[in-house]
């Protein structure tokens, strides 16, 4: 931290903003919004196979064939069956 002592060293002053890493504005979809997970991988990924989402058979991951980006809102995990996978996978 540093203190301004005086009018120069005020008047001299800038403030540079940098963008937050959450700062997703630059994608533009289309979206699959999922909310409230729940650490119900098995009913996740049933999910996302309706919704045309590829899934890798060795959990590590999922890719839409039409480029489509998953956005979770809500709880992922908190409670549930799978909570431990549902964040390995």
Known sequence: MHVLTGVDEIAAA?????KA???K???????DIIGDVHGCR?????????????LDPDGGGAAHPEGRIAVFVGD??????D????CAW
């Not at 098995?42 to 590829?54: A, D, H, N, P």
């Not at 992922?76 to 069956?81: E, S, Y």
């Open 21 to 23: 890493w959450t700062d």
């Open 14 to 18: 800038t403030v540079v903003l940098e």
């Open 76 to 81: 992922l995990v908190d409670r549930g069956p």
């Open 25 to 31: 504005r630059e994608l533009t979809g289309p979206f």
């Open 83 to 86: 909570t431990p996978e549902c």
């Open 42 to 54: 098995s009913e996740l990924q049933t999910l996302l196979r309706k919704l045309g989402w590829t």
